[in-house]
């Protein structure tokens, strides 16, 4: 057992004590083959610190941990509501050590420290405890078959659950699988992003404070193609989860097929947002900006296909670019006035920087930005704020899914032109429709494949309401009851009453 600590100092001055070693059974471990994982702080490009990197060895051994936790009287027979008491009792944990898990989010990941805190640190504390309520409500039903016999069910965890989690909201994520799967009974093996490895870490040490017993939660830090694949491939593992791209999410379904895992996957998506003549335009433009332009871009629902009635597109093309001028500002992660910060890496910088060029060949007029916005030491991964226009629907920006701060607006003439142009997607994760005729948001709702639709809004999903994607974008519910249900199985059990053959 080694004790893998590191003393960082963050940009914002704080001093947070690190372990960064693989946590199985509430103990922090070296990894078997010795890999290690780089975080690079994505504003300056600098080592923020260096973390155990798991190999199949070390998923084989958090399989057997979490395997034998769940045979352990003190998690196998707990009350559910003393489940419910745990998840709360992290809850209150992730609250008292906010600033801390919002330093180490913002750090490794690029986004906003005040995005961190007030909206990424806020949500795990509100999804931890909306689960935590779920946890002792999880019933099963009866079912009358007449005089002779009746049934009922029960709903059993799966078992062990493997999470494979991607970096743009590496501690929401983190709670939105861990929420459902622990309230139901599960345990864990949790694999964060290979590119944001720290504030989990931490989390995992409030895991272990709020009394979780040992085996219950495994946090594996790795490689996708060696710790991932090694968790999707395995055959002690009943269930597992992903977010990530529709690429990785096809091959996870595959190694999944071997032992036919339960899965849910909540993949890519190139989500629209249709603005009508009659829209409130100025709620338009907001939500609209939101919708694209917050987390650098690195929204899976992010509506990143704006499509405008003809008669309001210039008028709409106008004032969102002034709203995008006025209220962006990139840079510092840690200052205060900062509304967008550096991608996540130098990989998914160049291929944004590579589909603005693309969009410019192809021929898309563009409105804002369309380049690098490096800080004054030439470093950091910052992209402006991009915006095209007249952009045609065979074009690369129309098609696929950029994942950064980069939006294309389209016009169209009739509502089902609207429709049409908003189901022409492989993805359909989500929807914006923007318009004051309630009749036609709600027929719109119904026509649009997509599995989420805000209605004069975007983006503004809460832990109460279920999320996931159609088509490309996904397989099952997270969040929500739906969320609880996809961590349990359903068992029937025949009750005669004295029915004799
Ligand atoms: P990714 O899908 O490769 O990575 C997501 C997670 O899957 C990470 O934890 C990674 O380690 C793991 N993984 C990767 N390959 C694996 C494999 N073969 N087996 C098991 N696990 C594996 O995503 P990325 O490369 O980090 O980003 C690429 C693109 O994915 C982005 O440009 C974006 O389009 C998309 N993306 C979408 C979301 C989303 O929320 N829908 C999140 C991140 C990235």
């Known amino acids: 057992m080694a004790s893998i600590s590191q003393e960082l100092t963050a940009p914002n001055g704080r001093k947070i004590t690190l372990q960064t070693g693989l946590f199985m059974s509430n103990e922090w471990v070296c990894a078997a083959e010795g890999g290690l994982i780089e975080s690079i702080n994505p504003a300056d490009e600098r080592v923020i610190a260096s973390v155990q990197a798991a190999t199949k060895v070390d998923v084989d051994v958090a399989v057997r ?25 992290l809850s209150d944990l992730v609250e008292e050590h906010s600033v801390d898990l919002a330093t180490l989010e913002a750090w490794d990941s690029g986004k906003p420290y ?24 999880a019933h099963g039903q009866i079912i009358d078959g007449g005089a002779s016999k009746f049934a009922y069910t029960i709903r059993e965890p799966f078992g062990v659950c493997g999470q494979i989690i991607p970096w743009n909201y590496p501690l929401m994520m983190a709670a ?67 977010t990530g791209s529709t690429a990785t ?17 909540e993949t890519g998506g190139k989500s629209p947002l249709l603005v009508f003549k009659d829209a409130d335009m100025e709620q338009a433009v907001k939500w ?14 992010g509506t990143s296909r704006i499509l405008v009635e003809k008669a309001v597109y210039e008028q709409f093309i106008d004032a969102f670019k002034t709203f995008t001028i006025e209220t962006s500002k990139v840079g510092d992660t840690f200052s205060e006035t900062t509304s967008q910060g550096p991608q996540i890496s ?16 192809q021929g ?46 389209l016009p169209f003439d009739t509502e089902n032109d609207a429709v049409e142009k908003a189901n022409d997607s492989p993805y359909g994760l989500a929807s914006s429709v923007f318009s004051q005729d309630i009749t036609r948001c709600h027929r719109l ?3 649009i494949d997509s599995g989420t639709v805000w209605i004069n809004s975007s983006n503004d999903s809460d832990s109460l309401t279920p999320f996931g994607g159609m088509k490309q974008s996904g397989i099952g519910r997270e969040l929500g009851q739906a969320g609880m249900e996809a961590y349990s199985v359903i068992k029937a059990v025949h009750v005669s009453l004295g029915a004799k053959l």
């Not at 091959?251 to 097929?257: G, S």
Request: proline letters at 5%; one cysteine or more.
């Open 65 to 89: 941990t979490a395997q034998a936790a769940l045979k352990h009287p003190s998690w196998a027979d707990l009350h559910p509501s003393k489940r419910g008491y745990l998840l709360r009792r």
């Open 364 to 409: 898309a007029r563009l409105v804002l930005g369309g380049s690098s916005a490096r800080g004054h030491s030439g470093k950091g991964f910052f992209i402006q704020p991009t915006i095209f226009c007249d952009v045609t629907r065979d074009m690369e920006i129309y098609r696929e899914e950029i994942f950064g701060p980069v939006v294309v607006i």
């Open 114 to 137: 005040s995005v961190a805190l007030n909206e990424d640190v806020a949500e795990v504390i509100n999804c931890l405890r909306y689960f935590a309520g779920f946890a002792d409500k």
């Open 249 to 265: 999410g096809r091959e996870i379904m595959k190694m999944a097929a071997s032992n036919l895992k339960a899965i849910t996957l």
């Open 176 to 242: 939105w699988k861990l929420g459902p799967a622990l309230a139901c009974g599960n345990t864990v093996i949790l694999k964060p992003s290979e590119l944001t490895p720290l504030a989990i870490l931490y989390l995992a040490e409030l895991i272990k404070a709020a009394g979780f017993p040992p085996g219950v939660v495994n946090i594996l830090n790795g490689h996708g193609r060696e710790a991932g694949a090694a968790i999707a491939n395995h055959p002690g593992i009943r269930k597992i989860a992903f």
């Open 346 to 361: 130098k990989s998914q910088y160049e291929r944004i920087l590579g589909y603005i060029d693309s969009g410019v060949k």
């Open 288 to 301: 609209a900006q939101t919708g694209i332009m917050s987390n650098q871009g690195q929204i899976c629902s």
């Open 445 to 447: 709702a119904k026509q």
